[in-house]
């Protein structure tokens, strides 16, 4: 709103002080996101070294905080090579595609209170049309790069989308049943009397963080990656910057999904205990600890889960997190139809308080 006024005041029509002022607030955005996954980056090594009695990046820069920074600019100077035999419209295409629509998903996450690009009241519904994009990227680079070991890790990718994908589907519609909204920032101002982590909530938490990590290809399910049986599978025949378009976007799903969880299930930009001194700290703060706090935990089961095999990918998928997932929406409802208040509203209203 500062920079439409700021246009207006300056003579410029509401419509393109508008368009401005949104093209500045996404551009600052996204190079934000942009520079952050360098640290990202940085704290993934860090902590699966640790885990392993490690040191990890440590010369390049102050306790190595400049090692990302070196990697990318070796990626930005190296040649970017395209096999004779690939289709090399469509070979350039795909890592293009996974980076963009990674950006592209946090238009509506929420960091603090009117702290969003696109406040749409239907902004779950975008996050799962985006996350379901994202596949596509890599079934094109897979394709295009006629490679037998990039196609079968496309082919996985596709199977291994659509087995996580309904999961999450599920887990979408519990939140949505307890929030009543599509809306991310409604749902995040629902949880104000306490956060859906700790409520029969708690099981579809477990679930959409484990199938998060599946959705991006995180180990113990970077099947996709997989070295022993499909050498660096869809992103084999890729170097240079094309690869580092992929890095990029694999991670910026990580973040964006940890800050999705922090959203759905730990209240976003709430504190804890709606009480001084947490009151004092702003909400940008909170959601970008409780998004750390994410990133730490998927950042561990990368560190110390092995790697599971195809079969118990699907079987867990299909098997156990689909019927879960379902059985859960149905509680839901019906939790939601007993409690349409919650259950402290209920408690209070009958006298068992």
């Known amino acids: ?56 990046p440590n010369v390049v820069g102050a306790f190595g905080l400049l090692q990302t920074i070196a990697d990318a600019l070796k990626f930005f100077f190296k040649e970017v090579i395209v096999p004779a035999g690939a289709n090399k419209v469509l070979f350039l295409l795909g890592p293009l595609i996974t980076a963009t629509l990674a950006f592209a998903a946090w238009a509506v996450v929420p960091v603090s209170a009117g702290w969003v690009v696109a406040n749409i009241n239907v902004g779950i519904l975008y996050i799962f049309a985006i996350s379901s994009l994202g596949v596509y990227g890599v079934i ?58 700790f409520s029969i909530l708690f099981p579809m938490a477990i679930v959409f963080f ?16 997989a070295e022993s049986e499909l050498v660096a599978g869809f992103m084999v025949e890729y170097s240079s910057t094309p690869f580092l ?61 092995p790697r599971y095999r195809y079969d118990q990918l699907m079987r867990l998928g299909w098997k156990v997190f689909l019927p879960l997932s379902l059985a859960w929406v149905v509680l839901t409802a019906g939790w939601v139809m007993v409690f349409p208040h919650g259950v402290w509203a209920a408690l209070t209203a009958h006298g068992g308080i």
């Not at 504190?271 to 703060?285: L, Y």
């Open 140 to 197: 094109v680079a897979g394709w295009a790069s006629n490679s037998k070991y990039a196609f079968l890790s496309a082919l996985r990718a596709a199977a291994q989308m659509v087995s996580y994908e309904v999961s999450i589907g599920f887990v979408l519609i519990t939140v949505l049943l307890f929030a009543g909204s599509l809306n991310l920032s409604a749902i995040v101002l629902a949880q104000a009397h306490g956060w859906f982590l």
């Open 1 to 56: 709103m500062f920079f439409t006024s700021y246009f207006q005041h300056h003579g410029l029509p509401y419509g393109w002080a508008w368009t401005l002022s949104q093209g500045i607030v996404i551009i600052f955005f996204e190079l934000i996101l942009a520079l952050s996954v360098a640290l990202f980056i940085l704290a993934d090594r860090k902590i699966w070294a640790a885990v392993q009695l490690r040191r990890g």
């Open 210 to 225: 484990i199938s998060t990590l599946a959705e991006t290809q995180r180990p113990p399910f970077d099947l996709l990656e």
């Open 245 to 305: 378009l992929f890095f990029l976007g694999e991670y910026m799903n990580v973040i964006m999904l940890s800050g999705l969880f922090a959203v759905l299930f730990l209240g976003g930009w709430l504190p804890p205990i709606s009480i001084w001194p947490f009151t004092a700290v702003p909400g940008v703060i909170w959601f970008i600890l409780k998004l750390l706090f994410v990133f730490f935990c998927n950042s561990m089961v990368k560190a110390f889960v």
